[in-house]
């Protein structure tokens, strides 16, 4: 399908825009990376690429603002989202605010969420793509582990804490990859890429804490490039 008459079109949320990975293509909020694997897909495939995908962006947020580049014609899409319904960045800050016992609460209640009410948001969000693109080829990537667990790291998070966050992505992977092969769509689990490159791994493929915040716990252009290119490239 990579070829010069691929109509792509790249949805989601940070993991998809690229945030963490620098050389941002717009002064937007959305944090758009030239790093980020569509910009990379379509320059190396010669894709036609339009570019949606947008920080901080929910499964209500594709929905309005997205899905609207979407049309017959379109015959590739990816897209990650759920991490911000699931409340990720909440959960993060009180795993590193407060300790194991409120990191624990907080990614049990995540998980709740992600068990009984992401299903149905992720399903109108894959509805309206096979609806106004009926003829795409959609890939549905997950999101990573985020720590290595044993690793590295002398400061920060336990690794009992860390244990219940990579928890916290199996959970919410399990829900994206069962809603997308309900739908009919390609999901690439992009946990094995991050293998050995996790936080606390020593060639860490994720930022850890940042300034600006916004860009903690997102992949560098390295994990962009080497994690979610190729997930994404081996769905197509």
Known sequence: MADAATNYVALGDSYSSGVGAGSYLDSSSCKRSANAYPELYSSSSGA?????????????????????????????????????DAGFSTVMETCVLEGESACKDAVTSAEDYVRTTLPSRLDAVYSAIKSKAPKAHVVVLGYPHFYKIGGSCIVGLSDTSRGYINGGADTLDTTIQKEASN?????????????????????????????????????????????????????V
């Not at 080497?226 to 997930?231: K, S």
């Open 183 to 235: 739908a009919g769509f390609t999901f690439g689990d992009v946990r094995p890429a991050f293998t050995g490159h996790e936080i606390c791994s020593g060639d860490s493929w994720l930022n850890s804490v940042t300034y600006p915040i916004d860009e903690s716990y997102h992949p560098t252009a390295a994990g962009q490039k080497g994690g979610y290119l190729p997930t994404f490239k081996s769905g």
């Open 48 to 84: 036609a690429l339009s570019f949606q995908a947008c920080s901080g962006a929910k499964t209500t947020d594709v929905l309005n603002n997205q899905v609207g580049a979407l049309s017959s014609s379109t015959n590739l899409v990816s897209i990650t989202v759920g991490g911000n």
